[in-house]
């Protein structure tokens, strides 16, 4: 393994960098914001309900308040021409901040505990005059002291769209456009296109054994490349280490990271920061791990700035390495969604097939696909529910393992449902799959604020249910007077009471901030799995360690049962009924994945 110290490199690059910037910003000029800080109330800007001026300040007595989805404020202001300009607000709880340049649209998102700043890199290009706003990003947020800064002038103005003008930066990565990936042919038969197919399985995985054999990734085009994503085979168990390098002819590399380690304690994505460089190559050498001389990763993406992948979309997520995590990993074909509605008048929230998911259905406040592709499911507190029997709303998805075929019914054990291998070996037969799991990677986006303190704040985000009862629900719990939330699982003996095991802080209605909990905006990933007697989930945070809860469900009553059939659900299950109509639960997926025995999709 090569010994070069990455922390020196990157404190090189960056000296050169400031060095030759060193003219730029020392005459860098701003430009005037009518009542940047808010001091005048809304005078200048244009607001949007709901939307409100606050006490709570950063500077001075005001700030700008918004509370709502729709909620936002803008302001035109006169640029130059082809000039690189930075936009910078300070930022307490959720909010977005962008610019409209011309037909591009730049931003930067945060959700933060108290005032912070952030700030969005563009070039004017043709344009004399842009639109600065803020918005509604998560959950309510406060904005103060806007600046606006041009750093140079004199640019060639077509660099609006991702990059930041002279630094060569990325003012918002996100997922590059990858076309193919290839090794030298030593692999074991997990070949390298394994890495790059969306899929999180262990079998689907690139594995050479051999210190230095490394696997190269071709982009779309040549871009700017900033960070990998990293899923690496056992990566929760053992070390990998590993160089990358960068190359725009696939001949002549450029180190943009050496002695690079995985954290060991993950069995999700990694992020891996690099030295920005541009490149339509990208190589991973890797050196073994802790435990013996394989090199084998799962899934790769590539993120950075260019042609091929920037969108131009909003890949925030909060300030805890949010943001889309890259591919997007749903197959709707498994799966029905309950969403808030009745638009068939018939008393009951509306039900959308398999085949209509597929077909591309989405509801603007309830169930949607964001910028990145990935689902954003919504429900409030007032609306209609599946049934009279249920007192919560939910946006949830429901497995269906006949994928469309309508002759089999969804009740029963059938090929739609599944069973535990401690079955017999008739029900066995008949069901769609035996035993299984249920992956998931996603952020919560907004929790419940109002209502009874035995209910607010909570929100189930993943279940095993069964005929009539719940093998397991999976609960985010975030209180009003808290940064960050808990993780608890339910588990439902039949005939008994809730077992409940905290993982992530505590369920109590009185519990204080969780000091390793989850925020809002922050991407994790949990598992949901089955073999025979034992359920277990798994909690997966980058740079942390997975939180593991078994149970043992040997007396549990649903081996003993008749037509007791199991499948999984995935999406926001409501559990408030107690708060304002329109308080709501919001979380947005970018994996749902289910796995079974003998179930081959």
């Not at 244009?46 to 404020?73: E, L, R």
């Not at 037909?103 to 842009?130: C, H, K």
Request: net charge negative.
């Amino acid at each position: 393994m090569k010994k070069h110290n990455s922390r020196v490199q990157r404190a090189i690059a960056l000296c050169c960098l400031s060095s030759a910037l060193w003219g730029t910003l020392a005459s860098a000029t701003s430009v005037d914001i009518q009542n940047a800080s808010f001091e005048n109330n809304w005078d200048g800007w244009q607001d949007t309900d709901p939307s409100a001026i606050s006490s709570d300040a950063y500077s001075g007595t005001k700030s700008a308040k918004i509370s709502g989805s729709s909620g936002a404020f803008s302001q035109s202001v006169p640029v130059t021409t082809n000039t690189d300009y930075v936009l910078t607000a300070h930022v307490k709880g959720g909010g977005k901040i962008g610019v409209y340049v011309g037909g591009s649209t730049l931003s930067a998102t945060a959700v933060n505990s108290s005032y912070a700043p952030i700030s969005v890199n563009f070039n004017s290009g043709s344009q004399t005059q842009i639109t600065l706003f803020g918005e509604y990003y998560s959950q309510e947020g406060r904005f103060d002291d806007f600046t606006l800064t041009a750093t140079s002038s004199g640019g060639t103005g077509g660099d609006s769209g991702g990059n930041t003008g002279s630094t060569g930066q990325c003012s918002d990565s996100s997922n590059l456009a990858v076309t193919s990936a290839t090794d030298n042919g030593t692999n074991d038969g997990h070949g390298p296109a394994n890495t790059i197919d969306g899929n999180l399985a262990d079998e689907s995985r690139w594995s050479s054994n051999g210190s230095g054999k490394s696997i190269v990734y071709q982009l779309n085009s040549e871009s700017t490349v900033t960070a990998l994503n990293l899923v690496w085979f056992k990566g929760n168990s053992r070390t990998s280490f590993f160089d990358v390098d960068t190359s725009t002819d696939n001949n002549n590399w450029t180190s943009v990271l050496t002695s690079g380690q995985s954290s060991g304690s993950s069995s999700s994505y990694e992020t891996v920061d690099v030295i920005d460089s541009s490149a339509k190559y990208v190589r991973i050498t890797g050196y073994g791990n802790s435990s013996n001389t394989w090199n084998s990763i799962i899934e790769t993406q590539i993120l950075g700035c260019g042609e091929s992948g920037d969108n131009g979309g909003d890949n925030g997520g909060g300030n805890s390495g949010g943001g889309s995590p890259g591919n997007i990993n749903i197959e709707l074909n498994d799966w029905y969604l309950g969403v808030p509605v009745d638009n068939d008048n018939n008393g009951k929230s509306d039900s959308i097939s398999e085949n209509d998911l597929v077909n591309g259905y989405e509801h603007p406040q309830w169930f949607y696909r964001d910028n990145d592709g990935a689902l954003v499911f919504k429900a409030p507190i007032d609306a209609p529910k599946t049934s009279t029997n249920t007192s919560y709303t939910r946006s949830e998805l429901r497995e269906m393992l006949r994928r469309g075929d309508t002759s089999i019914s969804t009740k029963g054990v059938n090929k739609n449902n599944w069973v535990f291998s401690t079955y017999s070996a008739s029900d066995r037969s008949a069901a769609g799959g035996i035993d299984g799991e249920l992956k998931a990677t996603l952020k919560v986006d907004h929790v419940t604020t109002t209502g009874s303190s035995s209910q607010v704040g909570r929100v189930i985000i993943g279940q095993i249910h069964a005929t009539n009862d719940e093998p397991a629900r999976l609960y985010y719990r975030k209180l009003p007077g808290n940064s960050k939330g808990a993780i608890y699982l339910a588990h439902e003996p039949i005939g008994k009471s809730d077992e409940y095991y905290d993982m992530i802080g505590s369920r109590s209605s009185s519990a204080s901030n969780p000091s390793d909990g989850i925020e809002l905006g922050e991407v994790f990933s949990y598992s949901i799995k089955v073999v025979g007697n034992s359920l277990t989930v798994t909690i997966y945070r980058d740079g942390k360690a997975d939180v593991v809860q078994t149970v043992d469900m040997s007396n549990s009553g649903y081996h003993t049962g008749s037509n007791e059939y199991m499948y999984f659900k995935a999406g926001v299950y409501n559990q408030n009924n107690t708060g304002n109509g329109d308080d709501y639960v919001q979380a947005t997926f970018y994996e749902i994945v289910n796995t079974h025995d003998g179930y081959n999709y």
